[in-house]
């Protein structure tokens, strides 16, 4: 066993028993690589990934190639979802190298952490022109000891490069309605009218750019693609929630990993649609999703795990795939590979259920079962929208509790009883954005100034206060080669895009003018960059409809569940905020009670009020 066997990480623990040396992340590693003056070889990847799990058996788990990785290289393995910080920084360096970017990814630093080579997999012997990992090894090393000069201008340069690329400049041009229009127009431009979606295979599921669509009224686009999405394949028909991507432009052949995060935003996009087209379809997806998450990814102290690995016994899509003869109605059989299919088509709830028992019986792909605070609020929020109120409450304990320090700051994950590492901005703005969904639905006080405490804490640790926006990293945190801003989504949104919804939101609620300049600071970074490239900044459009939207406020005193507040509710647009009351130190809802002892509805406009209703 190598030094992997003491983290806590399920994919680093997967590289435990390799015989490379490996380290994780950390002063050690660097220490050992600058007095031995040695380059490092930094491999990064998730425990969901299938390539991954191809290259650790084709090359990490070989002696020979091990004994090349560790005589000439200090070798660090890290779990790009403990830590996305290096992965921000070293996949910009590999993009900028080879025009691409991908998992796993293998790049080469210098001892003190700048990147001058890399690429993502390679295999153990040449083929479609890559070169087998050990020449590549071999010839990188020889390139440090005989090539030195060259190697450290190329690390200087990529540095520079990355560096350059975080030094947005805030834009002086107005945030205006035509943003929107004219990123509605590219966005039909890049549409699949056939299958829904954007641009070609291999497709992602476009949850940020929906859940915009949802809210501009462009309910063709939004219809067509998430009818394919539930078709099947892409969709996981037996027992709830998605696959990560479909490798053709169908949604039909899916990668099979399942992650927390699409889940949770497929769920929360199905909801809305569903109330936007009032179609019990769409909420059957979305309740069928969260069936899953609370049956498959729910971790018995109140998260939910990362994730399901793609493999099962080294096959892909074993669990999730149907052969003849085994059970499954075989009119619905679409070809995947091996003799084995996925199916797409319409189920009722008996065969659904059947089937699930039968591939309950089966092995099961590894579960990623860290959790990670950023997904567990998007879950947060889905479950909240879905009236899951007891799970999500269970959900938030967790999140202020064991993800939590004992001064308020957040853990980025938790993983057999131990929290470690520090949160990052998506994980403050994510948990920030699930609890004012929580509040909404339970309409507990607690929950909203919680998320008003969050964000708080998260314009003080990330904010720029010369350009705006935010950091990925907080100030206090660790110093790597460039100290990033992240804006586009990546696929969940970015914590930028992220905190600037929750700051226009909360601004509303607290009648606090600095947070919403916060919260436009963001927009005002990517102004130009958001009509060209809509299917990257997805929910920064959404954060710009928002900070656009009139302003309507519903401040709801007395019970949550009275039919008059449900009502409000109900009739409530996406961008209308809601505060739950009566509460002191929450400005919208001062002044604001019950009426002869019955629940009432304040309708305002900038904190301008109508007569309660109830």
Not at 457 to 482: I, N
Not at 578 to 603: C, N
Request: some cysteine.
């Amino acid at each position: 066993m190598n030094r992997l066997a003491q983290e806590t990480s399920p994919y680093l623990l997967q590289h435990a028993g390799n015989p490379v040396d490996w380290y994780p992340w950390g002063e050690e590693a660097l220490r050992r690589a600058r007095e031995e003056d040695r380059p490092i070889l930094l491999s990064i990847g998730y425990a969901a990934c299938h390539w991954c799990h191809v290259m650790e058996r084709e090359s990490f788990e070989d002696p020979a190639t091990a004994q090349v990785m560790n005589e000439r290289f200090v070798s660090i393995k890290v779990d790009r979802e403990e830590r996305p910080d290096l992965d921000s920084v070293y996949m910009d360096a590999v993009v900028a190298l080879t025009g691409s970017g991908g998992w796993p990814m293998t790049v080469f630093l210098t001892p003190e952490g700048e990147p001058f080579f890399g690429g993502t997999y390679f295999p153990p012997e040449p083929r479609h022109g890559l070169p087998a990992f050990t020449q590549l090894l071999h010839a990188v090393a020889d390139a440090w000891e005989g090539r030195r000069a060259d190697v450290l201008r190329s690390g200087a340069n990529l540095v520079e490069h990355i560096r350059s690329s975080s030094r947005l400049q805030p834009s002086s041009e107005p945030l205006a309605e035509e943003i929107l229009a004219e990123a509605d127009r590219n966005l039909r431009a890049l549409f699949d009218p056939t299958w829904g979606g954007f641009g070609r295979a291999p497709k992602f599921p476009p949850a940020p750019v929906l859940e915009l669509l949802l809210r501009r009224g462009e309910e063709e686009m939004a219809a067509r693609t998430l009818d394919a999405m539930a078709a099947g394949g892409l969709h996981d028909l037996v027992g709830g929630g998605f696959h990560r991507y479909s490798v053709d432009p169908k949604w039909l052949v899916p990668h099979f990993e399942k992650m927390l995060y699409d889940n949770a935003l497929l769920a929360s996009v199905y909801l809305h649609a569903a109330r936007r087209f009032d179609d019990a379809r769409y909420r059957d997806v979305a309740e069928r999703t969260l069936d899953y998450l609370l049956r498959e990814l729910a971790l018995p102290e109140g998260g939910f795990a990362s994730a399901q690995d793609a493999d099962t016994d080294g096959v892909e899509g074993l669990t999730f795939t149907w052969a003849p003869g085994e059970g499954a109605p075989e009119e619905l059989f679409e070809e995947f590979e091996g003799g084995r299919f996925v199916l797409r088509g319409e189920l009722d709830d008996d065969t659904r259920a059947r089937l699930l028992a039968i591939r309950g019986a089966r092995p099961q792909p590894l579960r990623d079962d860290k959790a990670i605070a950023s997904w567990n609020g998007l879950a947060l929020a889905a479950l909240a929208q879905g009236g899951r109120v007891e799970a999500g409450a269970r959900l938030a304990e967790f999140l202020l509790g064991p993800l939590s320090t004992p001064d308020g700051r957040l853990h980025r994950t938790w993983r057999d009883g131990v929290a470690k590492g520090t949160g990052y901005l998506e994980d403050y703005a994510d948990v920030a954005y699930g609890l004012m969904e929580l509040h909404t639905a339970a309409g507990d006080p607690r929950w909203l100034r919680e998320a008003y405490r969050l964000a708080l804490l998260a314009v003080e640790l990330f904010a720029d206060d010369e350009a705006g926006g935010f950091f990925q990293t907080p100030a206090d945190g660790e110093q790597l080669v460039a100290r990033k801003k992240e804006i586009d989504d990546h696929p969940t949104p970015s914590g930028n895009a992220m905190l600037a919804y929750v700051l226009l939101r909360l601004a509303r609620i607290w009648g606090d003018d600095e947070l919403e300049r916060r919260g436009a600071s963001v927009l005002r970074l990517v102004r130009d960059a958001l009509p060209r490239a809509p299917t990257s900044f997805g929910w920064m459009l959404v954060a710009l409809h928002q900070y656009l939207a009139p302003h309507r406020e519903l401040a709801i005193a007395g019970n949550p569940s009275a039919p008059v507040a449900r009502r409000a509710l109900a009739g409530a647009a996406a961008t209308d905020v809601v505060a739950f009351g009566p509460a002191e130190g929450i400005p919208l809802l001062e002044g604001r009670s019950e009426v002869d002892g019955k629940t009432a509805v304040y309708v305002c406009e900038r904190f301008a009020c109508s007569l309660p209703l109830t």
